[in-house]
């Protein structure tokens, strides 16, 4: 099941928040939502629900042994065992296949070749927990006595199939006592929708683009359509991974949860660097606190630090060597820019923010295709020519789709949060304002609510690319 589906929208969370709300007990409250999160995991794959389950019980019993015994060597023995246990299970779904792949290709050996259906969102929930582990470890908090309370915070199915990386410290207040309040419900549904209408209108738009254009042999690409094509891959990648976390953060504060933010519009980003503080900021700094930093960060080979992060960065998206390169194309464009930080501050910022699209763009090739082969003879096609420049339906597509390509990039940048903000300093004191203010928020909802049920009931293309890691 996926947020952006009839049957998500008009039957599942209509009596998740009925059954919720009719409640007053927070304890119910909490048995509601765990029950509605693991149907909603066990909904198109209801045996790795157990998988989950069973993460989850040993994780909270090793967090009960490091609390018990903290500072001794039961405490460590019981992490490793925590951390060994959620990446083996994690490496074992997710790259068993892949390593006995490449063993055969280099020794040509038969192994067998294990393929296992992977689990739906477990390289979330394996960063969930073992940021859980690992501070309780550290002692930034303390094990959780009921697993009752530790399973809620690991199956809410608001983010548990494609984040954004919730870690216990963010909802640990929640979880223990939430104020619900209807500015806060009103809230979550406005983020919500917008979330909505950013993965259906615009995102499956975009894709039916993509589809078009980047699985064409690039033998007969146009210049023009393979920039056009890895255009629309990165609206569709932003606005359906960003919309999805608008809907997770919006469904959280529907039920009384505060969860971080994922994105931070990353189109207006002036470096690589830059645009990896904008671009799933969770796992950036997943990252960041429980791999760089302790192997030294800053401090201490920071370029070995920054070439390890960056692999496993690519590599936890997925089982193939196009998301290696994908992660350490990145990684070498951030390490450059830090050798060459003065001489690159001195460029002027339109050409900076232009270098930027451009690596971005290049790097979603390697992203977008499993084969290298593939990718290169696109990114070829993209700098040196294809069949020609352009094409008469290319050009045709483009002029009919102007206005919706222009609203799509004017979108990736911050217009509705300055308009927010100029709201909020200027007009509050204003009545009429507010009500209007309000009014055409109500509106907003309430069209995006009905044009993107119009098009999911008309559309068969409905994919969620971050459900595939």
Not at 162 to 171: C, L, N
Not at 431 to 436: D, F, N, P, R, Y
Not at 452 to 466: D, K
Request: charged share 15%.
């Amino acid at each position: 099941m996926i947020f952006a589906s009839l049957l998500f929208l008009y039957i599942f969370l209509p009596l998740n928040l009925i059954l919720y709300f009719i409640f007053p007990d927070l304890k119910v409250k909490n048995i509601v939502l765990i029950a509605f999160s693991l149907l909603f995991y066990a909904w198109g794959e209801p045996v790795w629900v157990f998988l989950l389950i069973l993460t989850a019980y040993l994780d909270y019993r090793h967090g009960l042994t490091m609390e018990k015994y903290r500072g001794t060597p039961k405490a460590k023995t019981a992490l490793i065992l925590s951390i060994l246990t959620d990446v083996g299970i994690f490496v074992v779904f997710k790259y068993s296949g892949f390593f006995m792949q490449n063993i055969n290709a280099l020794t040509g050996l038969s192994l067998y070749e294990p393929e296992f259906t992977l689990p739906v969102g477990i390289s979330f929930y394996t960063f969930q927990t073992l940021t859980y582990t690992i501070d309780v470890y550290r002692g930034k908090i303390t094990a959780q006595p009921k697993f009752s309370k530790y399973i809620l915070y690991l199956t809410l199915y608001f983010q548990l199939v494609a984040g954004p990386i919730v870690r216990y410290t963010d909802v640990q207040k929640e979880i223990e006592h939430r104020k619900l309040s209807i500015p806060a419900f009103s809230s979550g549904v406005y983020r919500f929708a917008v979330g909505l209408g950013k993965k259906v209108i615009i995102a499956n738009a975009a894709g039916v683009f993509v589809d078009k254009y980047m699985t064409s042999s690039a033998a007969s690409l146009t210049t023009l359509g393979a920039w056009f094509g890895i255009m629309m891959y990165t609206i569709q990648l932003y606005y359906d991974f960003s919309g999805y976390s608008d809907m997770a953060i919006g469904l959280g504060k529907m039920f009384g949860f505060d969860f971080p933010e994922n994105f931070n519009y990353p189109y207006i980003s002036k470096s690589v660097s830059e645009f990896w503080r904008r671009w799933h900021m969770t796992l950036g700094s997943f990252f960041r606190d429980y791999v760089y930093i302790p192997l030294g960060g800053n401090r201490h080979l920071v370029y070995r630090n920054l070439l390890i992060v960056w692999f496993l960065t690519g590599f936890w998206h997925g089982a193939s060597w196009n998301f290696v390169i994908w992660g350490l194309y990145n990684g070498l464009f951030i390490m450059l820019e830090r050798i060459f930080k003065d001489k690159f501050e001195k460029i002027p910022r339109i050409i900076q923010h232009l270098y930027l699209l451009v690596v971005v763009m290049v790097g979603f090739v390697f992203f977008k295709f499993e084969s290298l082969s593939v990718a290169i003879d696109y990114i070829k096609v993209m700098f040196t020519g294809g069949v020609s420049f352009t094409s008469f339906d290319l050009n045709t597509e483009l002029i009919n789709n102007l206005f919706w390509i222009i609203i799509a990039i004017i979108l990736c940048m911050p217009v509705m949060k300055h308009l927010e903000n100029i709201y909020n300093r200027t007009v509050r004191v204003n009545t009429t304002i507010c009500v209007i203010y309000d009014c055409a928020r109500l509106a907003l909802i309430c069209a995006l609510i009905i044009f993107s049920t119009a098009h999911l009931a008309g559309n068969s293309f409905n994919p969620f690319l971050y459900n595939a890691f």
